[in-house]
């Protein structure tokens, strides 16, 4: 999309109307048909050359959504100039149009209808907006009110510095004919002022910094939770960033199956690579379904300014379990001695039974 916008802008370069007659605009990079360099009084150097100042901080966090503020100011200059005729051998007429060819040509340091894209050069910094307009800029002049560019910064930036590249595109006037029919005390009579604009374009590199911050990592979870049960969860916490994290106090937000009165742990001072272990009491839902589970848990704590902040969301991996065995289920110890109770009375019948026939025997 940034493309099109550009191919668009460089396509709509447009003829200025001079005070006299203008005419005239590059196509394909051609001369304008007019063009007759046998008559061009001068070939001049120099353009615009346009710089850029980031206005406000360019210090941020990770997982900042930002705006850049960017100041553009047209430093450009003439840097020198050839005569292309003879002065000696130019009439009266020629005088006054290789007088006014200067002064047109003095113009050409205009940088007209600049276009600003901004690019970030890493993938950890994510630029939301397209192309800016940033208006005419004539040699001095800067911007009325800075361009804008929407940032954000991933979540997984490192501290450090991250180049971006600003690109600008502009017309300005690359050549300027004049002709005319005579020279009279009034100036000179049906002048004609051919212009031939042409695009530049300016590639501007500048950094942006991630600041250094504490960032947290679960390293380990241990716990024994079970449906209609209350379990100890141990959680343990590691900073993973580049900053000391004083004070940090950890808080889990307890969803179904589970629930808790005891949501938030002291984690203490952790500095760069220190771990803590994180505490919380759990009752677990009677119906709760013995598989994986996540807990969704924050770190608030006061980074090196004494300001306080707090994490992204960190996610603890835990699961409820089956209940173990304890012992001889009591269901099954009445079935036993159920079953003991028949054998006997039936061993005590058959006894009687078969007792009382061999003694008729005898």
Known sequence: ???????????????????????????????PEHFRFDENYYT?????????????DDEFYRGDSVVLNINLMNKGVITGFRSETDGDD????????????????????????????????????????GPQEAGTLASGDETSSPVKFNIEISENAHAGEYPMLLSLYYGYQKNIEVSGDDETDLG????????????????????IYVKDAAEFEVVNVS?????????????????????VAEDATVRISAADPFSTTDDQAYLGTLEPGDSAVAI??????DTAIAKPYAINSEVRYDDKD????????????TEIVEPKSTGFPIRNAFALIGAVVV????????????????????
């Open 223 to 243: 716990s024994h939770l079970v449906a209609g049960e209350e379990g100890m969860l141990y959680v343990t916490y590691t900073n993973i960033g580049e900053e």
């Open 188 to 207: 000179i009579t049906n002048m004609d002022v051919g212009i031939w604009y042409d695009v530049g374009s300016q590639n501007i590199t500048f950094p």
């Open 44 to 56: 001049v150097y120099g353009g615009p050359d346009l710089s850029a100042t980031l206005v406000g």
């Open 343 to 362: 054998i006997a009375a039936g061993s005590y019948f058959a006894y009687r039974r078969f007792g009382s026939e061999e003694k008729g025997e005898e």
């Open 90 to 129: 130019l009439d009266t007429l020629e005088q006054k149009l290789q007088q006014a060819e200067m002064s047109y040509e003095s113009q050409r340091t205009t940088a007209i209808g600049v276009v600003a894209v901004l690019t970030s050069l890493d993938p950890a910094i994510d630029v939301k907006s």
């Open 1 to 31: 999309m940034k493309l099109i916008y550009t191919c668009f802008f460089m396509l709509c370069i447009f003829l200025f109307v001079m005070p006299a007659q203008a005419e005239s605009v590059a196509e394909n990079n051609a001369l």
């Open 306 to 317: 004494g300001r306080s902040r707090i994490s992204d969301n960190i996610k603890i991996r």
């Open 280 to 285: 919380f009491k759990l009752k677990v839902d």
